[in-house]
């Protein structure tokens, strides 16, 4: 085990393995009731969302003391979130949109058959959720305040990150800047990182024949992708069975690795809905030909294993 320079409060933490013991049950029946991981929130991307007002009952019913606590006692539940087919390790992690007080459930997730690079992480699962919203993160609670050295550089690029606190069950109460003192971040390249709702509206698609609905999807999509280094953003709309579209845009580190290709953004989006790769039809991705990063190869690679014979289109940027 790694040594823990940081010490908790073991009183917070004596009190969450109470509450769990008293609350967790009833507490787990009352998220079951509000479905976060439902197919019929695609319409709004709320999938894994545990609403505001819902979160403050919720701290009202189960005379809890702060929404600090209920993000404690939920990192279990969000557990549901995780698809962990190859280490069948089940991380939750649950993150505070500072802009709305919504609560949004993650998990980690991996990806069969193909490369481990793909594998997201809990805490970058919040992170992409966020920025497919539009919003960023206050607060992050997880099992233990303790993100591998790949998720601190992730969160890096994201110009909330400078803000963010972590908390956990075992009494930690820690700010990204405590646990990355000293990070290689985006003004290193000259960059600010990557901003919630930020878009670009000097992207374009090359002529088409797609759906009116799918293509602006797909813009944007491609509009709020964050490629400042590579100046190549990703984007993929995936077609779902019965009507409508998850739609993924890559997020680039200034380290480059971890980066967040189009299609990894895209399943986190689907399966924070309750669906699986069986529920699309087919998938859209457009990208920069020609240009020095081009997320066509990776596409196909990861959709294949997800669902053999999956159909991929692949369009320009103009």
């Not at 967790?24 to 991307?45: C, D, K, M, V, Y």
């Not at 959709?303 to 999956?310: E, F, H, I, K, V």
Request: charged share 15%; aromatic share 6%.
């Amino acid at each position: 085990m790694s040594h823990n320079p940081f010490t908790a409060d073991a009183a917070l933490a004596a009190r969450i393995e109470s509450l769990e013991q008293s609350v967790g049950a009833g507490l787990s029946e009352a998220i079951a009731a509000l479905a976060p991981f439902s197919p019929a929130r695609l319409a709004h991307n709320s999938g894994g969302i545990i609403f505001r007002a819902d979160a403050e009952a919720l701290v009202s019913r189960f005379e809890l003391r702060s929404i600090d606590e209920l993000m404690r006692l939920l990192v279990p539940i969000a557990r549901h979130a995780a698809r962990p087919p190859i280490s069948n390790f089940f991380v939750g992690a649950v993150g505070l949109e500072a802009e709305t007080g919504n609560l949004i459930l993650g998990g980690n997730i991996e990806f069969s058959r193909t490369n481990l690079t793909y594998t997201v992480h809990g805490e970058t699962c919040l992170a992409m959720r966020a920025f497919s919203r539009g919003t960023s993160l206050a607060v992050i609670a997880l099992g233990e305040a303790h993100p591998c050295a790949h998720c601190r550089q992730f969160l890096s690029e994201f110009i909330w990150s400078r803000s963010l606190t972590l908390i956990d069950r075992i009494g930690h109460t820690l700010t990204l800047a405590q646990l990355y003192p000293w990070p290689f971040d985006p003004a290193y390249l000259g960059n600010e990182g990557a901003v919630p709702g930020r878009s670009d509206e000097g992207l374009a698609l090359a002529p088409h024949g797609l759906d009116p609905d799918l293509a602006a999807a797909l813009l944007a999509a491609g509009r709020r992708a964050h490629a400042p280094y590579s100046k190549c953003p990703g984007a993929v709309v995936l077609r779902i069975k019965g009507g409508g579209i998850v739609a993924g845009a890559s997020v680039e580190s200034v380290a480059f690795n971890p980066s967040m290709g189009p299609v990894s953004a895209a399943m986190i989006d689907l399966f924070a809905h309750g669906l699986d790769p069986r529920d699309i039809d087919d998938a859209t991705l457009a990208v920069r030909s020609g240009g020095a990063v081009d997320h066509a190869a990776s596409a196909h690679e990861q959709l294949a294993a997800l669902r053999r014979g999956l159909p991929l289109t692949v369009l320009d940027w103009l």
